[in-house]
């Protein structure tokens, strides 16, 4: 099936809204502190880079960059998880927050957060935009959530179909085509 635009389901207004307040409770709780944020390639791009401006000056603010399997060209997640792109940085007694753009099944941040604290760093937590927390089956703690969504698929805000609908600047339902 082919995918387009659909209708809106979290404008630029509320994502801006709740982004603000998400970097608002990270600055106070990492204030003067290094935070290495791990940005989850490539949905949680554009999430990543309003985050940190929000976030401002008073965290040391490091990033670095993940890549793991994605979807395809389905909307239905493969089960697999792997690696394609590893950290740059070591994170062996960093303070590390891994952001992510959806949190589904759990299947991908639970095999992150694994193989991050293997690493041993000073402490770990999750950021996620959104949350399909009825499509979970397996079990991941996130400190920090945006919105807590339906089952339905999302583009936009750095989140895709096929590669695609990245750069539109609100959340829309991906809607199937004639
Ligand atoms: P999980 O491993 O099932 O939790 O899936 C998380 C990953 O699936 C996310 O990082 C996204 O890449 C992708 N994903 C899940 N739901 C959606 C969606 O509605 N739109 C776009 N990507 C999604
Ligand atoms: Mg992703």
Redesign the pocket.
Known sequence: MEYGIGRILISEDKLKEKVAELGARIRRDYRGQQVIFVC?LK??VVFLSDLVREVGPEVDVRLDFLA?S??GAS?K?SGV?KIQKDLSSDIHGRHVIIV????????????ISKLLLERDPASLEICVL?D?AE????P?EVKYTGFT?PD????GYG???AAQFRQLPAIHI?EPLE
Do not use: H, M, N, P
Not at 100 to 111: A, C, H, K, N, P
Not at 135 to 138: A, E, F, G, V, W
Not at 152 to 155: D, M, P
């Open positions: 989850v949905g949680a793991i994605s979807y909307t997640s998880v992510e753009d959806i949190l589904d099944t759990g299947l991908s941040l639970s095999y959104l399909k499509r979970r089956t397996q991941v969504i339905e698929f999302v583009i989140l895709d179909y991906a």
